[in-house]
T-cell receptor, first 111, second 116 residues
């Protein structure tokens, strides 16, 4: 069966510091991968998606970036965090283009 | 472009009462529709999905939803609420436009409170 992991589970970072969140999927090959952000009271916002290694599409202009160095690895990064980057970050995968399966999430607090 | 509207950001029911969470969608092509549940500080869990087969879809934890094309609705129901059903529920639509690129559009969520 397939499993999706995210780490760290929680993170507290000062403004201006770098960020790296990692997501890995087990038990499948060539999944579509997605990064979402969930800010308090604002629902889910799609940030990036990837249909293959090195293929990244950005949905929202911001100071975040994503990379997919391996088939089942998806990384969310920032060079300098802003207060507005605080939120709950969710990674998801999909195989057949229909339902998406979500990881446990990373709670990021920028202070 | 597709969109999803969830009526009621907060629904409160008594334990044992009917749960009804409303979702309306707009889509230019036949949609795939989903309900997800999120417990505090956890990821989203798929409850059920409609992918153009039977219009009444049964999911996990006793939930079901009915696709009504004429009403562009996909409401989520459960006959008898349990305390453990307290969570946030998201309706989502996926427009299958072919190729390998698919995105979900989510509603803003409905927080379900179950009172003892």
């Amino acid at each position: 069966s397939q499993t999706i992991h995210q780490w760290p589970a929680t993170l507290v970072q000062p403004v201006g510091s770098p960020l790296s969140l990692e997501c890995t999927v087990e038990g499948t090959s060539n999944p579509n991968l997605y990064w979402y952000r969930q800010a308090a009271g604002r629902g889910l916002q799609l940030l990036f998606y990837s249909v293959g290694i090195g293929q990244i599409s950005s949905e929202v202009p911001q100071n975040l970036s994503a990379s997919r160095p391996q088939d089942r690895q998806f990384i969310l990064s920032s060079k300098k965090l802003l207060l507005s980057d605080s939120g709950f970050y969710l990674c998801a995968w999909s195989l057949n283009g229909a339902e998406q399966y979500f990881g446990p999430g990373t709670r990021l607090t920028v202070t | 472009a597709q969109s999803v509207t969830q009526l009621g950001s907060h629904v409160s029911v008594s334990e044992g009462a009917l749960v009804l969470l409303r979702c309306n969608y707009s889509s230019s092509v036949p949609p795939y529709l989903f309900w997800y549940v999120q417990y505090p500080n956890q990821g989203l869990q798929l409850l059920l999905k409609y992918t153009s087969a039977a219009t009444l879809v049964k999911g996990i934890n006793g939930f079901e939803a009915e696709f009504k094309k004429s009403e562009t609705s996909f409401h989520l129901t459960k006959p008898s609420a349990h305390m453990s059903d307290a969570a946030e529920y998201f309706c989502a639509v996926n427009q299958n436009s072919g190729g390998s690129n698919y995105k979900l559009t989510f509603g803003k969520g409905t927080l379900l409170t179950v009172n003892p």
